[in-house]
């Protein structure tokens, strides 16, 4: 997870299963960009808190609210979640990123945060970066044209 | 089990995996061979316990190249994944081979070059495999292959999310294919999980 202030920009490369998920707080112009690879923390001795989205979003919500950001005031975009793979015949291979952005999805819902844009699913990797003075987020994929979130 | 984290593995452990690694790709190499008419050598195997950052800098760095990639699954007496990574340059030697075309980049394929080259992902996968079989006396079933085309960093979380839940770190074991004395930068990796990895150390006499 990565936060800044002002100016600046925030990357996350080669967002394949994983989700990428920006918190943008206009007036203060504050940003963060988690990237998260798995739903839940099943081992809670794991000390890696932000490789999954429940304890990773924990975590940035906390820091972010910490530097001042308010929650009617936050934008949320979220991106990733592709299924790289897909093996006929066996359904459930490969849909980690699914459930990943399921999981995102519903700790936002119920943490009270919207989601003002989303680009997940399909079978390609993304590019995730967010401009911290605009609040512009990026999408780059390779073999299709760039995406403003 | 004696190895709870691909960490845990001693040398002697790595030697031996290194062994069957050596065995599956001489036969990749081979069938290779057979398919282009051409003589294919292969680098010395290495074995690797690495995490994703390493795992991406050590195979050539940037996460946003778009690589070709075949993946097959392993089930059985093996649980795990195998996975064929490739570059352009490797891609259009065996088109060009085959077929007599070759392609200016990976999104100029068409479904003929999927399918080709998905195929050719998996008839060197499954050489490797039966070899290592043979040699552990174990039985796997290996699923229908699938192939994409994407960023090198999103292809190499697969394994990783994947396995997430058991382990940060992964063993690759890869070997470089020289078809005519020109090495192309490929990988071909064998990733079994914890439970099995421990079943071909033990079954080889390793404890």
Redesign the interface.
Known sequence: MKLTRGQGEIIT??????IGIVFYDPVLKLGALLHI??PVR??KDDP?LL?YADTGLAETIRKMTAFGMLKSRAIVKIAGG?K???????AS??N?GERNAETVREILKREGFRIAAEDCGS???R?MSLDVATGDVVIKT??RPEKHL | MRIRDYGEMNLQDLDVMREIGSIGTGHAATSLSNMLQKEVRITFPQIKILGYDEAVDSIGGD??E?VG?T?V?MDGEINGLMLFLFNLEFANTIFEKMMGVSYPS??AFDDMAHSAITEIGNIIICSYVNAFTELVDLNISL??P???V??????L??P???Y??ET?KLMYCTADFVIEGKTYNDWLLMLPDIASLNNILKKLGVE
């Not at chain 1, 790289?84 to 066996?90: D, R, T, V």
């Not at chain 2, 994407?150 to 292809?155: H, K, N, P, R, Y």
Request: net charge negative; aromatic share 10%; glycine share 10%.
């Open positions: 490369y080669a967002l394949g299963s994983c690879m798995l099943q081992n890696n490789k592709a790289m793979f897909s093996i006929s015949g066996n291979f490969g980690i079978n390609y990797a590019t390779s073999g | 996460v946003e778009v990639a993946l699954k990976f999104e699923s229908v699938s192939s994409a994407s960023m090198l960093g999103a292809i979380t697969v990783i999310a994947e997430g839940y940060d």
